[in-house]
């Protein structure tokens, strides 16, 4: 199986703030696809009571409709997703999520608090 | 608009059984897997199973093996979690979402509540 080693577990942020979330793969996660190499990791935003809302696909592409504050980066086992200036509705809890094989994995998600 | 609503959880004792069900609407059902995803109290995200558009290939959580069985309906865009032999730790907010292995979970429903107590 692989692990999903999410880092760090919670974090205290300000409005305006750059936030910087990591997730380490326990194995390589690429997925060499002849001329195009995969990278089968996402980022989820999941506030309490509502469905969790996928950010980021493909390590680094922004899903439609989420604000372009939102980035993400990486390959091979090292993640990132980046917040450029925190906003009010950012504070939520964040995962990564890897979907090279089964079982699908979750990192253990990251408290962005005030 | 794509749409998944679950249903179907509620209070259960420990060895007893429930049936969840996720309606889905605004896309081609049979065109995509999906997948169920649990949260426990207090704890992160946790992947139970997921299923192949065309139900011939099912996967489960080491976890859940043999107590769970998801299957799905392609005329009645309907997917469900069967759960036998439940325990307290079984105890979570269900989802299900479009996507599996091949396409990352892109549209979740709001989940439904089991708790498993005596």
């Known amino acids: 199986d692989i692990q999903m080693t999410q880092s760090p577990s919670s974090l205290s942020a300000s409005v305006g703030d750059r936030v910087t979330i990591t997730c380490r793969a326990s194995?390589?996660?690429?997925?060499?696809l002849g001329w195009l190499q995969h990278k089968p990791l996402g980022w989820y935003q999941h506030k309490p009571g509502?469905?969790?809302?996928?950010?980021?696909?493909?390590?680094?592409n922004l899903q439609s409709g989420v604000p372009s504050r939102f980035s993400g980066s990486g390959s091979g086992t090292e993640f990132t997703l980046t917040i450029s200036s925190l906003q009010p509705e950012d504070f939520a809890t964040y995962y990564c999520?890897?979907?090279?094989?089964?079982?699908?994995?979750f990192g253990g998600g990251t408290k962005v608090e005030i | 608009e794509v749409q998944l609503l679950e249903s179907g959880g509620g209070l259960v004792q420990p060895g007893g059984s429930l049936r969840l069900s996720c309606v889905v609407s605004?896309?081609?059902?049979?065109?995509?897997?999906m997948t169920w995803v649990r949260q426990a109290p207090g704890k992160g995200l946790e992947w139970v199973s997921s299923?192949?558009?065309?139900?011939?290939?099912?996967l489960y959580a080491e976890s859940v093996k043999g107590r769970f069985t998801i299957s799905r309906d392609n005329f009645r865009n309907t997917l469900w979690l069967q759960m036998n032999s439940l325990r307290a730790e079984d105890t979570a907010v269900y989802y299900c979402?479009?996507?599996?292995?091949?396409?990352?979970?892109?549209?979740w429903g709001q989940g439904t509540l089991v708790t498993v107590s005596s």
């Open positions: 979402a479009r996507g599996a292995q091949s396409l990352l979970p892109d549209y």
């Open positions: 605004g896309f081609t059902f049979n065109n995509y897997a």
């Open positions: 299923i192949s558009n065309n139900a011939d290939t099912m």
């Open positions: 194995q390589d996660i690429r997925n060499d």
């Open positions: 509502k469905a969790p809302e996928r950010l980021i696909y493909g390590a680094s």
């Open positions: 999520l890897q979907h090279r094989s089964y079982p699908l994995t």
